[in-house]
């Protein structure tokens, strides 16, 4: 497998306080990384590094070995637990918004066949994550796990190279966590996504991911416990299913050759 | 059953909403009747026959001097320095705002001088806007500007800079330059808050029109107010006072209608 994204000794601090020191890792394309660790272990930086809000202090961020610009972009997607959707857009007009924008830079809103094409778009993907039947819902009509599917689809319609979850089930109930899991997963599989989820449930980072890496401190000065920053303590690849099984042997895109 | 529970039916709700404002009529007119026990030719506290004949005299009769039908003319007069003033205003807000709101740079460079405006007192700039642009409709219309316009603005920057961080990641993530996320997602989202603003504003901007008119005009409700203040005419003032309520009243429950009908997803409802 190909590495997608890498991270070069990687630091991030603010002033005197370091959040995340020497960081060094290879994210493989098509993998399920599940991020956990301690609340204030620097695993929101860590998104944030990827997402490119953020610009790290020292080191580089390399995506397809290209550095990566601090500035959120279309191949990055993401999913937060919460204000993921636009609450002023139906299910239907929040999924066509990245097609829009692409294609109308000035009005960004699509008329006649463009338009035509994107909606189609947009609704083959909501029936790809289960709403097929709510298109022109507002996020207010729906429940929480509609709404995280609704912003699943919005992102996936950008085809983005990494998506990136934010604790994207956290606030949901454990059975509606249970089919957004099994969602995920099929759409991992479907789309051969790289998919790079922080959180806070440990049973949920091994259920999904095909790595999990933990953030946290290696050092500690009770003294002054600002100056150490977090880095990756533990890196364990789940070997039993590292790669989705292959739909057919011929060669695919994955690199299963 | 406690207070805190008690729902009111729609009915009764018309019925306990109408009873102060007929209590306060009967009062009145008590009052009225009595001063008039007392000495007919009272001119404080008017009986509605007498409103109704001077009224009539403005609303029917023309003007012997200017021809113009008064009551109508004062009304159309008012109403459109107010509108005038007001559609500056919102557009102001429209860009100045969500500028401000949407864009740190333009918040850097402007917003201190937005909050300068907004904590002067405007009445306090009413003579220098008579110097500068003369007696005329401008400055009354600037008056209403100058006076509304730094409120709505803050306000609606500060809905803008509110609007959760990670909507404005997430469009990012969806390709959206500047440009796009402010007419896409600020701007949408900034308009039934700006509705909210006006209606907001528009007690404000009555005050600010009827103090221009009072200094210096030549007809609008305001003028006509002050100007038979001086005859101690209770008589006419009262009417048109009534008659600014209701304007303002029909005001905001359009803006009200207008929000719900235009963003029925900012109101909570099962659109």
């Known amino acids: ?257 | 059953m406690r207070w805190v529970n008690r729902q009111v039916r729609r009915g009764d709700r018309l019925l306990l909403g109408a009873a102060p404002i007929v209590v306060l009529a009967l009062v009145y007119l008590v009052m009225a009747a009595n001063r008039h026990a007392a000495n007919p030719l009272d001119k404080i506290l008017p009986l509605p026959g007498s409103m109704v004949e001077s009224m009539s005299v403005l609303l029917f009769q023309p003007d012997p001097l200017s021809g113009q039908l008064v009551f109508w003319a004062d009304t159309l007069a008012s109403l459109q320095r107010l509108g005038i003033g007001l559609g500056i205003s919102t557009l102001c807000t429209l860009v100045v705002g969500i500028a401000l709101g949407a864009l740190p740079p333009v918040r850097a460079t402007l917003g201190p001088l937005v909050t300068g405006i907004a904590v002067i007192p405007p009445i306090a700039l009413l003579p220098i806007l008579f110097i500068a642009l003369g007696l005329g409709e401008t400055a009354k219309v600037a008056l209403i500007v100058i006076g509304v316009a730094p409120v709505m603005i803050r306000d609606i920057a500060a809905h803008v800079a509110s609007l959760p961080r990670e909507q404005i990641i997430k469009a990012q993530t969806l390709g959206a330059s500047s440009w796009q996320v402010i007419i896409r997602v600020a701007l949408p989202q900034a308009m039934p808050r700006l509705i909210h603003a006006i209606r907001l504003a528009l007690g404000p901007a009555w005050v600010f029109l009827i103090s221009a008119e009072a200094i210096a005009s030549d007809v609008g409700l305001g003028y006509r107010i002050f100007l038979v203040r001086r005859y101690l005419s209770m008589d006419v003032i009262i009417p048109y006072v009534a008659w600014i309520a209701l304007l303002a009243i029909l005001m905001d429950v359009a803006l009200t209608v207008l929000s719900r009908r235009l963003f029925p997803w900012a109101h909570g409802e099962r659109h």
């Open chain 1, 1 to 257: 497998m190909s590495t997608l994204l890498s991270f070069r000794d990687v630091w991030v601090e603010y002033g005197d306080r370091i959040i995340i020191e020497k960081l060094d890792l290879d994210i493989a394309a098509g993998s399920f990384v599940s991020v956990v660790g301690p609340s204030g272990a620097g695993k929101s930086s860590f998104l944030r590094l990827i997402l490119g809000q953020e610009a790290p202090t020292r080191g580089s961020i390399l995506l397809d070995g290209v550095p990566l610009k601090p500035e959120c972009g279309p191949d990055r997607g993401v999913v937060f637990q919460r204000y993921s959707v636009f609450p002023h857009l139906s299910a239907l007009r929040n999924t066509m918004l990245g097609l829009e924008c692409a294609q109308s830079p000035f009005t960004a809103r699509l008329f006649g066949e463009s338009r035509r094409k994107a909606e189609e778009e947009a609704t083959a993907m909501l029936e790809a994550v289960g709403l097929g039947h709510s298109l022109h819902l507002y996020p207010a009509q729906m429940s929480g796990g509609m709404q995280q599917r609704l912003a699943i689809a919005q992102a996936l319609v950008k085809r983005p190279r990494i998506l990136l979850l934010d604790e994207p089930f956290g606030a949901l109930d454990p059975g509606i966590r249970a089919d957004m899991h099994a969602l995920i997963r099929g759409l991992w599989q479907e789309y051969a996504l790289t998919i790079v989820m922080v959180t806070h449930d440990i049973r949920e980072a091994f259920t999904l991911g095909t790595r999990v890496l933990a953030l946290d401190k290696r050092r500690h000065d009770p003294h002054a416990p600002h100056r150490f920053g977090a880095t990756a303590i533990y890196d364990l690849p789940l070997r039993n299913r590292t790669e989705p099984t292959p739909p057919s042997i011929t060669i695919d895109a994955i690199g299963n050759n």
